[in-house]
């Protein structure tokens, strides 16, 4: 079983590390192309990318898994009961977004530029929610080596499109190249889809009985998922909501929107992905241990998940520790070289050091999900959405300006952290 664990985490890191590095690159070869203000606008667009994608996934991913972990289900019933749900439910939900592109981006985040890029995401749903539906199963078999696989090729994909393709379409107006941005993930979802197909089972039958929906494999997915999706709907709805928020009581206050795009766009599309980028090695891990974790919860095997936690979270730390020394000495060195700029580097140096919190997070997270504790995932999801929002508010009104959603981020980490070790100790004591 260690041995199992050990291999899962290697391929899982050593996939995290490539497609972090691919997913770099792509960040790269997209800020130089775009500048800062197209990239300002792509990441004015994302939070609501991330809301719809939530929404579209409906929590099932990591229900699925983990009933998969289980191993008491048949598992060809299990997915055809949910994908033509699923599939159903995306495209429904697809028309609506479409229908509201035109509210969304004049009333809601005021600026037109980025309708088209709405509706793209409308296209991209489907896609997403087949590729994560299959990658749930490999999940929950503890195959690690199709899903790294996929995403990397996923990566490949993005990467070749952003060498290629996006200086050919550098002269069309920004609002376009965003929306083809976009629409490029049904590309690479499609290639993650098609390789995961590929590591199914060979030998397997499929009968006219798998084919049929059973009500209650229906019943306890979204059980089990809904509280996920909901948790996944708060978080994705206050990302949404703090850029509107932001900009909104920045615009009263007599900020201008150039001037609260642009900062925004540097802090989400320079700072923040540079400082998420290490996380590749504790989602990984944390990845790597949930069907673990499931199999010993349930066995009440409290000491051994106790000493595994000890073990992944020391490790977690001294990792920490270097890279955040690593961003406080050369961040200014870091930001130059990857993006040729080192617009932001005063938020870095800011936000760094809380990040040791950030990455362990997802084992602790991911920790709570193994033991279907989804109800304290949703607890989580509502602090941590009510302090970012609770924060960005008050401190705009104090005068903080720009640096109330730099705040809003470090005050959100030391709490939802605590919150999640909190938990944790309590349900293994």
């Known amino acids: 079983m260690k041995r199992k664990f050990i291999l899962s985490s290697v391929i899982l890191l050593f996939g ?18 775009l500048g800062v203000d197209g990239t300002a606008l792509y990441m004015l667009l994302l939070p609501t990318f991330s809301l719809f994608i939530s929404l579209g996934q409906i929590g099932l991913p990591i229900a699925l898994s983990r009933l998969v972990a289980l ?39 005021h600026n037109n530029s980025i309708r088209l890029g709405i509706i793209a995401i409308a296209f991209v749903i489907p896609f997403t929610s087949l590729s994560s539906i299959c990658r749930s199963y490999f999940f929950g078999k503890e195959k690690m080596f199709p899903h ?34 976009v629409l ?20 397997a039958s499929i009968s006219i009985s798998d084919l049929r929906p059973r009500k209650d494999y229906i019943y306890e997915s979204f059980k089990l998922g809904l509280p996920n999706v909901v948790s996944n709907l708060i978080s994705s709805l206050s990302y949404f909501l703090e850029p509107v928020i932001l900009s909104n009581i920045l615009l009263k206050l007599n900020f201008s929107s150039t001037y ?23 989602l990984a891990l944390s990845q790597a241990i949930m069907p673990y974790i499931t199999r010993e919860y349930l066995n009440k095997g409290y ?12 490790f977690i730390l001294i990792i920490s520790v270097i890279i955040i020394l690593i961003f406080e000495f050369y961040g200014k060195l870091l930001l130059l070289f990857l993006y040729k700029s080192y617009v932001g580097y005063k938020y870095l ?36 959405s009510f302090v970012r929002i609770f924060v960005i508010i008050i401190l705009c ?20 952290t605590l919150y999640l070790i909190n938990r944790v100790i309590t349900y293994l004591n």
């Open 16 to 33: 995290g590390l490539v497609t972090k590095v691919l997913g770099m690159f792509i960040k790269i070869i997209m800020t130089r192309n």
């Open 303 to 314: 000491d051994n998940i106790k000493r595994r936690l000890l073990s992944v979270s020391i």
């Open 260 to 282: 609260i795009v642009r900062e925004y766009g540097i802090i989400t599309g320079y700072v923040i992905p540079l400082l998420f980028l290490p996380s590749f090695f504790t």
């Open 71 to 109: 191993g008491n289900k048949n598992n060809k019933n299990l997915y055809f009961s949910i994908i033509p749900i699923l599939l159903l439910i995306n495209i429904l939900f697809s028309l609506f977004i479409i229908f509201s592109s035109s509210f969304i981006s004049n009333n809601l985040l």
């Open 349 to 384: 140096k800011i936000l760094a050091p809380v990040f040791v919190l950030q990455y362990l997070q997802s084992i602790f997270s991911f920790t709570l999900n193994g033991m279907g504790m989804v109800h304290d995932i949703f607890i989580y999801s509502i602090i941590s």
């Open 397 to 416: 009104l104090l005068g903080f300006g720009i640096y109330s959603y730099i705040f809003s981020i470090i005050i959100n980490i030391i709490i939802s």
């Open 148 to 181: 790294t696989l996929s995403l990397i090729i996923e990566n490949i994909i993005r990467l070749i499109f952003m060498w290629f393709i996006l200086p050919i379409i550098n002269f069309l107006d920004i609002k376009y190249i965003v929306s083809i941005l």
């Open 184 to 203: 490029s993930n049904i590309v690479s979802e499609l290639s993650s889809t098609i390789v995961l197909i590929f590591f199914l089972p060979k030998n």
